[in-house]
């Protein structure tokens, strides 16, 4: 965090911003990852094709990027293989359970002043800094 520099921050969220808000005017679709890639699984038929095209753009755009400039991703996993294995079952859960993941919430869920919305970030937000408290506790992680 010695050289953070706020501009690719601020273009990456430009872009973010105007995906979604592109895929809701086309296809009257909110942007939330989970139920895009849900309906992957659960949808057949026309519906399939824009869900596919936007999974493989997520996907390609981190593997293109890691391309260009690998040393820009990075991560040090220091948890268990049945940790992250929970963790992702309970991220599952939460997001079914609030109808919606962090993208569809945060970001579009927010940008439309749901109220909804607003109390699914609120609640995901304090579970999250609650959960990562009580994890490194437990760990030993500073």
Known sequence: MLEFNPIPALIGGAILGISASLLMWTNGRVAGISG???GLFTRLGLDSAWRLAFAMGLLSGGLLMFWAQPGSVTYDIDRSIVQIAVAG???GFGTRLGNGCTSGHGV???SRMSPRSLASVLTF?????ATVAVMNGFSGVE
Do not use: F, N, S
């Open 125 to 129: 937000m304090t579970a999250g800094v």
């Open 36 to 38: 895009i890639v849900g």
């Open 89 to 91: 079952l309970l991220v």
């Open 108 to 110: 579009c869920g927010l």
